[in-house]
């Protein structure tokens, strides 16, 4: 039965290729709203500094206008990712799945093994 070790393996190989999969996701997304959050602070200095809020003045300084770009950027980026996250989530639990079933295969067949039989019965007479 080394086909089912070799499955049971392939299995777990994509477990953990999903869960590494979604660990960058999340690690994407808060470096994301880390940036975000730098950006937001670096608007608002600006808009103190020069006075104006409403980003429709003539005056409304460029580099405001430049970081709210980037800012708004990063959050559609970031609602992507939160949607991809989603997706992989589902592919992780199907995976899961998978691979349960293919541990029970696995363990079924071990414990046929040990007990010598191959759920076949011999009739001798």
Request: charged letters at 40%; a negative charge.
């Given at each position: 039965m080394k086909s089912r070790e070799n499955l049971v393996r392939l299995k777990q190989f994509q477990v953990n290729e999903k869960r590494r999969q979604l660990q960058q996701l999340d690690m994407m997304i808060a470096e994301f709203d880390r940036m975000a959050?730098?950006?937001?602070?670096?608007?608002?200095?600006?808009?103190r500094k020069a006075g104006i809020t409403d980003i429709n003045h003539f005056a409304y300084p460029t580099f405001a206008k430049a970081a709210r770009l980037r800012r708004d950027n990063l959050k559609n980026s970031q609602f992507d990712l939160a949607q991809q996250k989603s997706a992989a989530e589902s592919i992780l639990a199907e995976?899961?799945?998978?691979?349960?079933?293919?541990?029970?295969?696995?363990?079924?067949?071990?414990?046929?093994?040990?007990?010598?039989?191959?759920?076949?019965?011999?009739?001798?007479?």
């Open positions: 959050t730098e950006l937001e602070v670096q608007i608002n200095a600006e808009e995976a899961e799945a998978e691979l349960s079933k293919a541990e029970m295969l696995e363990s079924r067949d071990s414990k046929m093994r040990e007990t010598g039989t191959d759920g076949r019965n011999a009739m001798i007479g």
